[in-house]
């Protein structure tokens, strides 16, 4: 088992920035490949980022390129989403996930992940 604790959400205006972290416990950690989620009102929980077990691969949705980074630091058990140029279509609650091993090409699929965390809002606003 692996529980996990997101944090760092909140309010901020368009353009600014948020880190959200994400607390592991239970297992060892770097065996675990992580990946970032969020679901708006009345949407679909949707694909945001993933982040492979060592930290040195890491993949996006195109919507968050270039402005949001996945990074995790194996020795703290926490991963972390850099967010940055906050857009108001960034409002969600954002969840971290995880699974073991590595599942190549299958990272945005949520059946993969074993694991999830109860989620932090996030609010943009304009």
């Known amino acids: 088992q692996v529980q996990l604790v997101e944090s760092g959400g909140g309010l901020v205006q368009a353009g600014g920035s948020l880190r959200l972290s994400c607390s592991a416990s239970?297992?060892?950690?770097?065996?675990?490949?992580m990946g970032w989620f969020r679901q708006a009102p009345g949407k679909e929980r949707e694909f945001v980022a993933a982040i492979s077990r060592s930290g040195g691969n890491t993949y996006y949705a195109d919507f968050v390129k270039g402005r949001f980074t996945a990074s995790r630091d194996n020795a703290k058990n926490t991963g972390y989403l850099q967010m940055n140029s906050l857009k108001p279509e960034d409002t969600a609650v954002y969840y971290c996930a995880a699974y073991a091993g590595w599942s190549g090409t299958r990272y945005m699929q949520r059946s993969i992940y074993n694991y999830w965390g109860q989620g932090t809002q996030v609010t943009v606003s304009s």
């Open positions: 239970g297992r060892t950690f770097r065996d675990y490949s």
